[in-house]
């Protein structure tokens, strides 16, 4: 298994287990210390996270289109998502436009809540080996539903930390030293200083303190949730039910802090930090957050050099269909496909000849336009619009 998911198992234990401790039946099993009664089902955080790592996998990075169309056709009202990501990704699916649906939130500064932050850690996973690297996929990521710069900034912090905990297995560090080689990437503001308080607390033995400083995630923003739970996964890096217990005592948002904190802490322990016990009560992880690795191919060829729109037929795909499309990268003959960030690259020859710009409109798939490849030393066809209505109508 991967790191990536080392951290979503750990995020999904952890967003689990935190959210038991919003019923009061449970009261008594956290004053003890005690598991509360499983099974424990997962949230809105652990679905989003599924995506993250689904989109991660199959490409090897993330593409923004196909990740935000995901977390649209993934949502489940019934997991606890809040009133404006409900109306965002229904929007979506229906076909509205995601930056813009997203960028307008409150009143036009966007949303500044801890969404972003809370399904991260699989990204961030994936970068120990240089972790300034997360930096830009984990600020990709955010602006998917979180725009305002904090929600960036709580997503970078904690994708960063993922990445700074996998590359402490084989690099020990201390509390001090994760939690400054996150701050040193963080974005300026709210979060970062936070995180630099954070820092200052390392020694501070009352974690109820430390979230009375800090936030426990009950103003559900990344700069009152991000400090304090990289706060608990610095000092219990290597033990993930320290951590999760911690982060849970401080009350709060507990399934959103104790998700940060278990894909954080897990992406350094592994899979085997995670006590049998805890897994058995968690919810299992959903089979389409596994895809095959590297199952969409990539870009191959060249690309357009003088294209020029084309008339293109009304056709429509499903999202099996449009699965299908992204996954198979070869059509009868020299033809080959790829798809990237809504596009669709026709070729053969190593060239391109057509690039179509895809919609999606309640779960289905259309072209929006197209350009044809015109430049007279590559490979024009002497009837694109036929040529490309036959292609893609046989997809």
């Not at 984990?138 to 900034?153: L, S």
């Not at 979060?191 to 501070?204: F, M, Q, W």
């Amino acid at each position: 298994m991967t790191p990536s998911y080392d951290a979503l198992l750990g995020l999904s234990t952890g967003d689990s287990f935190g959210a038991q401790f919003f019923v009061p039946d449970n009261r008594e099993h956290l004053t003890a210390r005690q598991l509360p009664p499983g099974p424990w089902p997962w949230t809105d955080d652990t679905e989003m996270a599924c995506s993250v790592h689904a989109a991660l996998t199959e490409r090897g990075e993330v593409d923004v289109f196909d990740l935000t169309h995901a977390f649209a056709n993934h949502h489940d009202f019934d997991r606890g998502y809040g009133p404006a990501a409900n109306r965002l990704l229904r929007l979506v699916r229906e076909g509205g436009d995601a930056p813009a649906l997203a960028a307008a939130l409150f009143d036009g500064q966007g949303s500044y809540g801890n969404g972003a932050a809370m399904r991260v850690a699989p990204l961030g996973a994936a970068y120990a080996d240089d972790p300034a690297r997360a930096v830009g996929p984990a600020t990709a990521t955010a602006v998917i539903t979180h725009t305002h710069p904090q929600a960036v900034a709580g997503a970078v912090a904690v994708a960063v930390a993922a990445a700074y905990a996998v590359r402490a297995r084989t690099e020990p560090t201390t509390p001090e030293g994760f939690l400054g080689a996150v701050l040193a990437l963080t974005p300026d503001g709210a979060v970062r200083r936070g995180i630099a308080e954070a820092v200052t607390l390392l020694g501070v033995a009352d974690h109820r303190t430390a979230a009375q400083l800090l936030g426990n995630g009950r103003l559900v923003s990344a700069a009152d949730t991000v400090p304090f739970a990289l706060w608990a996964a610095a000092r219990n890096l290597g033990d993930y039910p320290s951590a999760l217990w911690e982060t849970v005592s401080a009350g709060g948002d507990v399934d959103t802090t104790a998700a940060i904190v278990g894909g954080v802490v897990a992406a350094h322990t592994g899979a085997a930090g995670i006590p049998d016990a805890w897994l058995a009560a968690a919810e299992p992880l959903p089979d389409w957050a596994f895809p095959e690795p590297g199952g969409v191919a990539g870009p191959r060829g060249r690309a357009v050099l003088r294209p020029e729109p084309v008339a293109f037929p009304e056709v429509e795909w499903t999202s099996e269909d449009w699965q299908r499309v992204r996954t198979r990268d070869r059509e009868p003959g020299a033809w080959y496909r790829y798809t990237r960030e809504g596009v669709l690259h026709l070729g053969r020859d190593g060239d391109e000849v057509f690039a179509v710009l895809v919609r999606a409109v309640r779960g289905r798939f259309r072209p929006a336009a197209a350009v044809v490849e015109t430049d007279p030393g590559r490979a024009v066809p002497a009837d694109p619009a036929g040529e490309l209505a036959g292609l893609l109508r046989a997809l």
